[in-house]
T-cell receptor
Framework: ETGVTQTPRHLVMGMTNKKSLKCEQHLGHNAMYWYKQSAKKPLELMFVYSLEERVENNSVPSRFSPECPNSSHLFLHLHTLQPEDSALYLC??????????????FGPGTRLTVL | TQLLEQSPQFLSIQEGENLTVYCNSSSVFSSLQWYRQEPGEGPVLLVTVVTGGEVKKLKRLTFQFGDARKDSSLHITAAQPGDTGLYLCGLKAGTYKYIFGTGTRLKVLA
């Protein structure tokens, strides 16, 4: 596998379910990100981890719970979601160095539908 | 707060036509990335522009960074159906902070 991978690619869940999204990066980066992408809205940054430490949490509801066990893996645990949480969830990674260009590389996303 | 505005929001053209999309910032930025996102997929990095006035070419795509480093453009020559997608510009605003525009949704008709 190369780049950033995400599983599952599609997920349909009820509001009372618990599920997890998985992301893995094979680029040797030290920072990983979760974004939410809804129709007609810019990408919304949810969480950032650097070297397994959370460095950003953008006022995300507690029904979303991130986990970063090591610098290559990132999870997003979901529970009691709402229909408005339906969106494309994107994982990204970068080399988090201050003052450098450091492009972000994205995974293919998980299309989440909450019924 | 730095914002990125992209125009136009939507563009539908015939195969073989040329087009230009724009990305404008409220502030000077040091570098800018352009991505293409196909339906149901994540954004794929096309190019990074760093120097004011810089021009980069990627086959039929030409990327330009404005001299004042507040704007950038993407020009596609002889568009093909495979160019269809959402074109996003983005920039790094902090060590872990990235800002993206709302994108230009391009459809190229065969």
């Amino acid at each position: 596998e190369t780049g950033v991978t995400q599983t599952p690619r599609h997920l349909v869940m009820g509001m009372t379910n618990k599920k997890s999204l998985k992301c893995e990066q094979h680029l040797g980066h030290n920072a990983m990100y979760w974004y939410k992408q809804s129709a007609k809205k810019p990408l919304e940054l949810m969480f950032v981890y650097s070297l397994e430490e959370r460095v950003e949490n953008n006022s995300v509801p507690s029904r979303f719970s991130p986990e970063c066990p090591n610098s290559s893996h990132l999870f997003l645990h979901l529970h009691t979601l709402q229909p408005e949480d339906s969106a494309l969830y994107l994982c990204a990674s970068s080399q988090g160095l201050a003052g450098m260009v450091n492009e972000q590389f994205f995974g293919p996303g998980t299309r989440l539908t909450v019924l | 707060t730095q914002l990125l505005e992209q125009s136009p929001q939507f563009l539908s053209i015939q195969e073989g036509e040329n087009l230009t999309v724009y990305c404008n910032s409220s502030s000077v930025f040091s570098s800018l990335q352009w991505y293409r996102q196909e339906p149901g997929e994540g954004p794929v990095l096309l190019v990074t522009v760093v120097t004011g006035g810089e021009v980069k070419k990627l086959k039929r795509l030409t990327f330009q960074f404005g001299d004042a480093r507040k704007d950038s453009s993407l020009h596609i020559t002889a568009a093909q159906p495979g160019d269809t997608g959402l074109y996003l510009c983005g920039l790094k605003a902090g060590t872990y902070k990235y800002i993206f525009g709302t994108g230009t949704r391009l459809k190229v008709l065969a």
